[in-house]
């Protein structure tokens, strides 16, 4: 099983193709594979003969696992369960498999958490009819239950006590949702995040009547002409790529040989999906028209919902925007994306009454929220980088 990309663990063999007993070519397309983010053709990895496909399509691998075996013509190919059985952790020859030395088998385990069976004493006291039935209904073994004193039956009131005494079995969940796939590796990721960043996170509200009236005039017309929505990410990712590169701290990553700035600024644009949530790249975000921008948007959040995203769409950004603002959301805390140094929370627009040169106007506002790595941008930076961004999405155009 290959690794595609830094936070895979696993993957799922969907489709071979070439059958066993073809011959492949080095380079060549060998099998499709699903992943926790992306799907992808994988080529083959030596030119010879597919003698033994071990993984069956479906089934998920780690990283490493065997998938099939590649050799030459008249080459013996063991069979495909014996490889299965050889490849897999803790198998039966393998130390800490289910079978011990000598052909003992290891004694079953308690789950954790449960009470050990109990055990019925031999010769238990006799019980009244009252007790048993009072037993049956509160699901105790009447055999258990000691009498109040040696030699006396047991009585209800001895039913009642033991069962009282004993300790209340957990109540299992309503549902339970698994914890896999996207919404395993965004968990991880984010915890490791927060675990090796000093993060901070700076709020303002900024009125946006610029931006609000930007889209006005252009959407009806790009709508047209595009074929696509044009919406308020796409004009944010076009105004902060550009103000990017006045504040080239927060386009950076901390490298093992210091803090690395990129020339081009690759914007991440979070995307919200059944099962987590995925960050496709638009590349070269600071110099595409918003066209351009626009375009590569739509198409990129298409391929996340359909789970068709190649690798190298999702990968190599320099900064995030995460918009919840069409969620209701008005502020919010986002977490940073490494290793990149910063990412921007846009909250909802929301129409307020402001003082405006000594009187009231209602203009439109909206939250962004900056969280950055402390280690690389002081706050005062970070804070100048919002307000500027603030003053741009009061003014409109982008020069």
């Known amino acids: 099983m290959p690794k595609l990309g830094m936070a895979m663990k696993q993957g799922v063999v969907t489709k071979w193709l070439k059958a066993e007993g073809e011959a492949v070519q080095e380079g060549a397309d060998l099998f499709e594979l699903s992943t926790e983010k992306i799907s992808a053709v994988v080529p083959a990895p030596a030119s010879g003969l597919l003698g033994r496909v071990v993984a069956e399509p479906g089934t998920e691998l780690p990283v490493g696992a065997l998938l099939a075996l590649i050799g030459e013509t008249g080459d013996a190919f063991p069979p495909r369960e014996e490889l299965a059985a050889a490849d897999r952790p803790g198998g039966p020859d393998r130390p800490g498999g289910p079978d011990r030395p000598g052909g003992q088998q290891a004694p079953p385990r308690t789950p954790p958490g449960a009470a050990p069976a109990a055990v019925a ?228 627009m929301l129409d307020k009454p402001l003082a405006v040169d000594g009187r009231v106007e209602i203009r439109p506002t909206m939250w962004l929220s900056l969280t950055f790595d402390h280690r690389i941008v002081d706050g005062a930076p970070a804070a100048r980088f919002l307000q500027a961004l603030a003053e741009r999405l009061a003014a409109g155009p982008v020069g």
Not at 176 to 194: M, T, W
Not at 229 to 253: C, Q, W
Not at 325 to 346: S, W
């Open 121 to 348: 004493p031999a010769g238990a006291a006799p019980a009244s009819p009252a007790a048993r039935r009072r037993a049956r209904e509160l699901g105790v073994d009447v055999a258990m239950v000691p009498p109040s004193a040696p030699g006396k039956r047991v009585t209800t009131e001895d039913v009642e006590a033991f069962a009282a005494a004993q300790p209340a079995a957990a109540t299992p969940p309503a549902s339970l949702l698994p914890f896999a796939g996207i919404r395993k590796v965004v968990a991880e990721r984010l915890s490791d995040s927060l675990r090796t960043m000093a993060q901070v996170t700076i709020a303002h509200e900024a009125e946006v009547s610029g931006l609000a009236a930007r889209r006005d005039a252009l959407a009806a017309g790009f709508e047209a002409a595009a074929g696509i929505r044009l919406t308020y990410t796409d004009l944010l990712v076009e105004v902060v790529a550009r103000l990017l590169r006045e504040h080239p701290l927060l386009n950076s990553s901390l490298t093992e040989q210091g803090i690395a700035t990129s020339e081009a600024v690759h914007m991440g644009v979070a995307v919200a999906l059944e099962d987590g949530l995925i960050v496709p790249v638009i590349r070269d975000a600071d110099s595409r028209p918003l066209g351009e921008i626009a375009r590569a948007r739509a198409g990129l959040v298409a391929k996340a919902q359909a789970g068709t995203l190649a690798l190298d769409e999702i990968e190599g950004g320099t900064f995030t925007i995460s918009n919840l603002g069409a969620f209701g959301a008005d502020a919010f805390t986002p977490i940073v994306n490494p290793p990149q140094c910063a990412i921007l929370g846009v909250g909802r």
